[in-house]
């Protein structure tokens, strides 16, 4: 499908056309049943319909819900356990006045070819603001196709972003998100597979390992997990040297490489309630939001269960944020492709339970 309104079409005249002869009002119920078959098994339904969206950064910034996804789209590129087909070329951003508003796309703002040092990719983004200026933080594959995280500005929440010259150094791997406590921010990134975490040892490329399973600890042992640092003054580089963020379970034991239900695969978000904070990130192959809790953005933290179940589509990828007191999840799936690469970002309520816990999302309808 070329276009994600084209299933909808399709459908549409599949119904439509032994209908020609029919009454207007039976075609009427037609059209509202094929609406309800097509949107029946998903709970909630795509925040943008003329572009394919992913992998959602959502922050409050100037009283808006501001979202900063990935731009999927079509490309010739078989797809791969490396995630090869994720070819993506730049970034629009999105706001809403209030959760159920209409949707605002300010258009194209940070392209591939006014990266200098980036060369395919554009993966899972996020933004932060500081002092009124907005910072992109973005992975791409750098001229060698190695990942690492890049850092554009702006004076706008919307862009555009003016990206700087070379990728932050002591970077690598993807899925950058910020967390910010007060006046610091943390940089919090990785995942495996596509996303090269497992080439990485004591944060040095290991030369040879070039698979999705090259580097990847044995079942038995700990899994590899997410890192933090604080970013610098300047937000373009870290302050510290990174840090793994520990994922323990309920025995205090890290999870380890072969727990693919619990263990961190990519998509790492930080947010904080009271004085807990949450760690949630995607499981990859088995397709959860998974989430553990800490009383510290370093950690360690402890598996407590599932935020989002998994969705329609291979990858899963979210964020959560709170908009004048209460709390929202915005995720992606692929309701109106039914194609992994071409995914679509939609949004939910969060609650959290009195003792902490989150209650978990299902986002097919049962
Ligand atoms: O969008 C490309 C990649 O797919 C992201 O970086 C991952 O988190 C997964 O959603």
Same mark, same amino acid.
């Given at each position: 499908?070329?276009?994600?309104?084209?299933?909808?079409?399709?459908? !549409?005249?599949?119904? #439509?056309?032994?209908?020609?002869? #029919?009454?207007?009002?039976?075609?009427?119920?037609?059209?509202?049943?094929?609406? %309800?078959?097509?949107?029946?098994?998903?709970?909630?339904?795509?925040?943008?319909?003329?572009?394919?969206?992913?992998?959602? @950064?959502?922050?409050?910034?100037?009283?808006? &819900?501001?979202?900063?996804?990935?731009?999927?789209?079509?490309?010739?590129?078989?797809?791969?356990?490396?995630? @090869?087909?994720?070819?993506?070329?730049?970034?629009?951003?999105?706001?809403?006045?209030?959760?159920?508003?209409?949707?605002? %796309?300010?258009?194209?703002?940070?392209?591939?070819?006014?990266?200098?040092?980036?060369?395919?990719?554009?993966?899972?983004? %996020?933004?932060?603001?500081?002092?009124?200026?907005?910072?992109? +933080?973005?992975?791409?594959?750098?001229?060698?196709? &190695?990942?690492?995280?890049?850092?554009?500005?702006? =004076?706008?929440?919307?862009?555009?972003?003016?990206?700087?010259?070379?990728?932050?150094?002591?970077?690598?791997?993807? =899925?950058?998100?910020? +967390?910010?406590?007060?006046?610091?921010?943390?940089? &919090?990134?990785?995942?495996?597979?596509?996303?090269?975490?497992?080439?990485?040892?004591?944060?040095?490329?290991?030369? !040879?390992?070039?698979?999705?399973?090259?580097?990847?600890?044995?079942?038995?042992?700990?899994?590899?997990?997410?890192?933090?640092?604080?970013?610098?003054?300047?937000?373009?580089?870290?302050?510290?040297?990174?840090?793994?963020?520990? &994922?323990? =379970?309920?025995?205090?034991?890290?999870?380890?490489?072969?727990?693919?239900?619990?263990? +961190? +695969?990519?998509?790492?978000?930080?947010?904080?309630?009271?004085?807990?904070?949450?760690? @949630?990130?995607?499981? !990859?192959?088995?397709?959860?939001? #998974?989430?553990?809790? !800490? %009383?510290?953005?370093?950690?360690?933290?402890?598996?407590?269960?599932?935020?989002?179940?998994?969705?329609?589509?291979?990858?899963?990828?979210?964020?959560?944020?709170?908009?004048?007191?209460?709390?929202?999840?915005?995720?992606?799936?692929?309701?109106?492709?039914?194609?992994?690469?071409?995914?679509?970002?939609?949004?939910?309520?969060?609650?959290?339970?009195?003792?902490?816990?989150?209650?978990?999302?299902?986002?097919?309808?049962?």
């Amino acid at each position: 499908m070329k276009n994600p309104t084209n299933k909808i079409l399709v459908y !549409g005249l599949l119904i #439509a056309l032994p209908l020609a002869c #029919a009454s207007p009002k039976q075609e009427e119920i037609a059209e509202k049943s094929l609406e %309800d078959t097509v949107a029946a098994k998903f709970n909630h339904q795509p925040l943008v319909t003329d572009l394919f969206t992913a992998d959602p @950064s959502a922050h409050v910034f100037e009283g808006k &819900i501001y979202i900063y996804p990935s731009h999927d789209i079509e490309t010739d590129v078989a797809q791969d356990d490396m995630g @090869s087909h994720f070819d993506m070329k730049d970034y629009h951003v999105y706001s809403m006045e209030k959760p159920g508003s209409p949707v605002t %796309d300010h258009g194209v703002v940070l392209k591939l070819e006014e990266i200098p040092w980036a060369s395919r990719q554009l993966w899972a983004p %996020d933004a932060a603001e500081k002092d009124g200026k907005y910072y992109l +933080f973005f992975p791409a594959k750098d001229k060698e196709g &190695i990942f690492k995280i890049g850092v554009a500005s702006s =004076d706008k929440p919307s862009g555009p972003f003016m990206a700087e010259p070379q990728p932050i150094p002591g970077t690598f791997s993807m =899925d950058p998100a910020v +967390f910010q406590q007060g006046s610091d921010y943390f940089l &919090i990134w990785g995942g495996i597979w596509g996303g090269q975490l497992q080439w990485y040892k004591d944060q040095k490329l290991v030369p !040879g390992r070039d698979s999705q399973l090259s580097g990847l600890p044995e079942s038995e042992e700990p899994a590899l997990v997410p890192y933090i640092a604080k970013l610098g003054e300047d937000m373009k580089s870290l302050f510290e040297t990174p840090k793994e963020i520990q &994922i323990l =379970d309920q025995a205090g034991n890290p999870i380890k490489a072969g727990d693919n239900n619990r263990r +961190f +695969f990519e998509a790492a978000w930080m947010h904080k309630l009271g004085d807990t904070y949450y760690l @949630s990130y995607s499981t !990859g192959d088995t397709h959860y939001i #998974a989430y553990a809790t !800490g %009383d510290n953005p370093y950690g360690p933290f402890t598996y407590r269960g599932n935020v989002l179940n998994p969705v329609e589509g291979w990858t899963n990828h979210h964020s959560i944020v709170e908009f004048e007191g209460r709390w929202y999840l915005f995720y992606h799936d692929t309701q109106l492709s039914g194609d992994t690469p071409l995914r679509n970002i939609k949004m939910a309520e969060l609650i959290h339970n009195p003792d902490g816990t989150i209650q978990t999302i299902d986002a097919m309808k049962k």
